[in-house]
């Protein structure tokens, strides 16, 4: 007569009513390996495979180059386009959304990777072959629109 109580699946993820249905860790994963490392918000030297972290700050002397660990904060930009906000090198780094400033309410995820020199060509035929893109990359933190601000 064992009284076993472990019937129903034990889930400590609570369940959320509304449709949050922002993309999957998997899927950030998947959209941003080998994608450069630039956009409105990041700048990098695209020709000297350079890229700020931006707690250093852009004259820091050691700038994050080919084979450096980078945590990078991305947005869904409406929904379609993935822009990097921030960049932090990894004495910055940082392993939630919340830990930096540039939280809003989009679709968000943070990533860590490994900075790669594959080149970039970019859309008007530039080809910048020293150009940084992401590899190894690994999901965060992720923040769908609909939390809105953690605060
Ligand atoms: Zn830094």
Do not use: K
């Amino acid at each position: 007569m064992s009284d076993e109580r472990g019937g129903g699946p034990r889930d400590g993820r609570r369940e959320r009513g509304g449709p949050v249905a922002g993309p999957t860790p998997e899927q950030v994963a998947h959209e941003l390996t080998g994608r450069v490392l630039g956009g409105f918000a990041v700048s990098p030297d695209l020709d000297a495979g350079a890229v700020a972290c931006g707690a250093c700050g852009s004259s820091a002397p050691d700038l994050l180059r080919a084979g450096d660990d980078v945590v990078v904060a991305y947005s869904h930009y409406e929904g379609r386009t993935w822009e990097p906000v921030a960049v932090r090198c990894a004495a910055h780094a940082v392993s939630r959304l919340t830990d930096l400033d540039d939280v809003r309410a989009e679709d968000q995820a943070l990533i860590r990777a490994v900075l790669e020199p594959t080149g970039y060509r970019d859309p008007l035929g530039g080809e910048h072959p020293d150009a940084l893109t992401l590899g190894g990359v690994a999901v965060l933190d992720c923040s769908p629109a609909a939390e809105g601000y953690p605060d």
